[in-house]
């Protein structure tokens, strides 16, 4: 088995390179989801310019400063931090000052979950902590170390470092925001630990979508090349599974219970409009009265879990959004792992992993209308698509039931592209005439795109000779996922 590598991420990797080469002063910022890699990126930056400076990482727990000052003090115990050069912290200034001394002594500090100091009582240490970087920054050229603070909750880092009320403000001097992978990295990844058919790759990216930390849990399970769900019972339902609890400790703790109602929702009935989550969420909950428009809201802005999206050319304040998960996982883990998963001990395992994978199949429809727009968006930034776009990739619905999974636009040529996305190549050939149909509505209620040069596509994972033959005779482009994935790796 081929060893396991660092993949993707060169841009952000040669932004920290250069970071650390400077040899100076600097205060950055690294967010993104969880297990989306931050660690893992600076820890590679380090090995690749061979640094030699001295590291203290802490993760920073969710609870009253004792606690926090507990879990910095087993830190610098695991990290051989010298307590007469850098005495152990007993309150909140002490700890302030103390980052102050290791990074003018040449460390590199680490804050995992830097958020939890926007929580209610971390005004003073914030303040501290500005007072000690202004230190710093004022001798820079002298200061060979720096404070890495890295976060999870977007919004609540935004609170902390950008708000132009918040004491840490205008002080970060590198900034990375860490997204998934590319389905190019996703690609070498693959081929180098298994064979990268287009089955597998929907399979995995519904599933994982970039997160690097999943891929690397299947790898040390032996999995990434074992059939479907064989995967899902070493991955999620024996004792020892890697992702059994994952959700859990990472994502939903983080709400405490207040939003799952909602959130399970969105997540088992993806694309629903706000009208219809309410009616539903009403039902569910047994009480007419029941309001969510202030959990939707939270779990928009605050947490990104759920967004909101809207037909393409629409204005932002148009009224026909539809709600989705934003996060393959935890989507998927909401509607189709979390209910068999938690039946372990009451029913045959064989039978949960077979109700888990066909509801992960279903899922597998809007995930491939979702990897086909951040295709034909990767192919187009990396100049090997046949369709250069102009603007993000979306799909299209209105009030006269017109419904069109992918709309790709060049503005410059005056070309637009029309596609219909189906999971089962079959039903993408019974669906010719009504996608044309569909079109043609499209067309009416959009008269400036008439007479713009306009194509249609057909998707699917895998199209054979006969299946690419009959889409061909009605003027319409096949493509699977093995066109979609040619020349991105």
Not at 218 to 225: D, I, K, P, R, T
Not at 226 to 254: C, D, G, K, T, Y
Not at 427 to 432: A, F, I, N
Not at 458 to 471: K, T
Request: hydrophobic share 40%; proline share 4%.
């Amino acid at each position: 088995m081929a060893d396991w590598k660092f993949y993707g991420r060169k841009e952000q990797l040669a932004g920290l390179e250069q970071m650390l080469n400077r040899k100076r002063w600097f205060f950055a910022k690294v967010t993104g989801r969880r297990r989306i890699g931050k660690t893992t990126l600076i820890q590679q930056a380090m090995r690749e310019i061979g640094s030699q400076q001295p590291v203290f990482y802490v993760q920073v727990p969710d609870s009253e400063p004792a606690g926090v000052l507990s879990a910095v003090n087993d830190a610098l115990e695991t990290f051989q931090v010298p307590s007469d050069r850098y005495p152990r912290p007993q309150n909140l200034l002490q700890l302030a000052k103390l980052l102050e001394a290791m990074a003018e002594g040449g460390y590199i500090l680490i804050l995992d979950e830097f958020q939890y100091f926007n929580r209610k009582g971390y005004e003073e240490f914030c303040s501290h902590l500005q007072a000690g970087v202004d230190r710093l920054a004022g001798k820079a050229d002298q200061v060979h170390g720096g404070l890495i603070v890295l976060g999870s909750i977007h919004t609540e880092m935004m609170a902390l470092l950008e708000d132009r009320t918040a004491q840490l403000y205008h002080r970060v001097t590198d900034t990375i925001d860490l997204t998934h992978l590319d389905v190019g990295s996703l690609l070498s990844l693959l081929r180098d630990h298994t064979d990268p058919t287009p089955e597998r790759l929907l399979f995995l990216w519904n599933l994982f979508e970039g997160v690097p930390k999943f891929y690397r849990d299947c790898y040390e399970q032996g999995v990434l090349a074992a059939e479907r769900r064989e995967l899902l019972r070493r991955i999620f339902f024996e004792s020892s599974s890697p992702l059994r609890s994952e959700a859990e400790n990472w994502f939903l703790r983080e709400l405490r219970g207040r939003y799952d109602v909602v959130l399970k929702f969105v997540a088992r009935n993806p694309g629903r409009m706000h009208n219809e989550l309410v009616h539903a969420i009403r039902e569910a909950s047994g009480s007419p009265d029941t309001q969510i428009g202030g959990y939707l809201k939270v779990l928009i802005e605050r947490f990104g879990l759920i967004e909101r999206k809207l037909p393409i050319f629409s204005k932002p304040e148009a009224k026909r959004g539809r709600y989705y998960v934003t996060d393959n996982f935890l989507r998927s883990w909401l509607a189709a792992l979390a209910n068999p998963v938690s039946a372990i001990a009451f029913r045959p395992l064989v039978d949960l992993i077979e109700e888990a994978d066909l509801r992960l199949a279903d899922a597998e429809g809007g995930a491939l209308e979702k990897l086909a727009g951040q295709l034909y968006e990767e192919r187009s930034r990396k100049g090997v698509g046949d369709f250069p776009i102009t603007r993000r990739v979306q799909g299209f619905w209105d009030k006269a039931e017109t419904e069109i999974d992918l709309v790709a636009v060049n503005e410059t040529e005056q070309s637009i592209r029309f596609g219909s996305c189906k999971r089962s190549p079959r039903k993408l050939l019974s669906d010719v005439n009504s996608f044309k149909q569909h079109v043609e509505r499209f067309l009416q209620a959009m008269p400036n795109y008439q007479e713009w040069t306009k194509q249609y596509v057909g998707i699917a994972p895998v199209l054979d000779a006969e299946q690419r033959a009959i889409l061909a005779s009605h003027d319409i482009i096949p493509q699977d996922l093995n066109d979609l994935t040619v020349g991105l790796d």
